[in-house]
């Protein structure tokens, strides 16, 4: 796109041009009371027992074509489970983002076993498949496919990676449920898939998660690692824990919440979709910003939209972009979480623990670690998205990015 003559933004005096609230659906409403009434009608909410959680995973697992799906407390959960029942060991290794929640790592270091940062690809922010091969040693057990902001990492990349060297691909689609790779949902291409209902995520019941795998095996294993290692199926003695396991159950009520959730997804996800697309195509050319880049093969489910700023020819940074964006009455934020995971005094000071020696110790973490990840949160800048986003508040948001990024662009040429 062309710059010619840009108005004058906000901050330097202008008209702002988000001058409408944006639109916001209402998130819990009737179906979610309907399932809860349910629940509380079974005059038991625990798992095994009630019907709820049980018709959730059923659900998930007809609407994503696999075998298992094994509902968790929260996503950080999932995740753990996927380690227990793969068998991560203390002094292992697991590969895995900078650039995450630290849910994605809690579980290594609850493990025993060790974080290695790989770094992402410039232009989609997923794990690079080169950096992640490059951190491959002997001690390496699992990828953790970190698929930020609803884009995919390159699956087919990171599983031939894993494949070749018999390493188990734990896929972490909390940002991105109704995602898809090469047209399969996200989370059944590697071994296990782990999802988040987390109040912020596409659908939430507040704090829980899912893991799903097609691995018979993996599923017995997944089950008694969120259960105490307690084999409640019919005839097998339940309280002989055959190995160290957590009490990550769902409950009823949670189920049931996540069940009427679950029906809405398809809806939630295809009007992100339309809606961010649509952005992209407006923003497109426009100086100085980077839209975000769905990784090939992948159509994202976009948790959020994240720019990119190109200071040198923007002619100001992702602070100064942010706040000139913000005034427009267009809510962003620059640098995502600030920092790389690895930077966290946990890592750079070794304090997970307060007394003994963690195998994570021997490992050095700090800045420089991955550059090209220091460098997208240097530059990025967030906005958030929300399904019930209407057509003017793409058409106000799309023309304030665009008059900033002109007006700055501009003014630094000049």
Not at 104 to 109: E, R
Request: charge should be negative.
């Amino acid at each position: 796109m062309t710059c010619d003559q840009p108005p004058l933004p906000a901050i330097a005096g202008g008209p702002k041009a988000k001058v409408t609230p944006y639109g916001r659906d209402t998130r819990y409403g009737a179906d979610e009371l309907a399932q809860l009434e349910e629940a509380i009608q079974q005059q038991t909410l625990f798992y095994s027992s009630g019907s709820k959680v049980k018709a959730l995973e059923a659900a998930f697992s007809s609407m994503n074509g696999v075998a298992h799906t094994i509902a968790t407390s929260s996503g950080t959960a999932s995740i753990h489970a996927a380690l227990m029942a793969l068998g991560i060991s203390p002094g292992d290794e697991v590969i895995v983002a900078p650039i995450t929640d630290m849910g994605s790592v809690i579980p290594i270091l609850f493990q025993g076993a060790v974080p290695i940062f790989a770094d992402l690809d410039a232009a989609t922010g997923t794990m690079d498949p080169a950096s992640v091969g490059a951190r491959i040693t002997d001690r390496t057990r699992a990828v953790v496919a970190v698929h930020l902001a609803g884009n995919a990492c390159d699956l087919d990349a990171l599983m031939a990676i894993c494949s070749e060297r018999d390493i188990a691909l734990v896929e972490d689609c909390a940002q991105a449920f109704g995602c898809t790779w090469r047209g399969k949902p996200i989370g059944t291409v590697g071994r296990i898939g782990c999802f988040s209902l987390n109040e912020f995520k596409h659908i939430s019941c507040g704090d829980g998660g899912m893991v799903v795998t097609d691995d018979d095996e993996l599923a017995v294993r997944l089950r008694l690692a969120t259960d105490k290692s307690y084999d409640r199926r019919p005839g097998v003695a339940m309280r002989n824990p055959a190995f160290l396991a957590a009490n990550y159950r769902l409950t009823e009520l949670q189920g049931a919440v996540a069940l009427a959730q679950l029906a809405k997804l398809e809806g939630i996800v295809a009007r992100r979709r339309s809606w961010c697309e649509a952005l992209n195509e407006r923003l497109a050319g426009l100086p100085g910003v980077r839209t975000p880049q769905p990784t090939p093969g992948c159509n994202p489910s976009w948790w959020f939209y994240m720019m990119q700023v190109v200071p040198e020819q923007l002619g100001a940074d992702a602070d100064e972009f942010a706040a000139a964006v913000s005034a427009e009455g267009i809510g962003v934020g620059a640098h995502y979480i600030g920092t790389p995971v690895y930077c966290y005094p946990v890592f750079s000071e070794h304090s997970a623990f307060r007394r003994g020696t963690h195998a994570y110790a021997a490992q050095e973490y700090g800045p420089g670690l991955c550059p090209e990840a220091e460098r997208i949160l240097r530059d990025c800048v967030m906005l958030g998205v929300n399904e019930g986003y209407t057509q003017a508040d793409l058409e106000e948001t799309a023309a304030g990015i665009r008059k900033v990024a002109c007006w700055l662009s501009a003014r630094g040429g000049r």
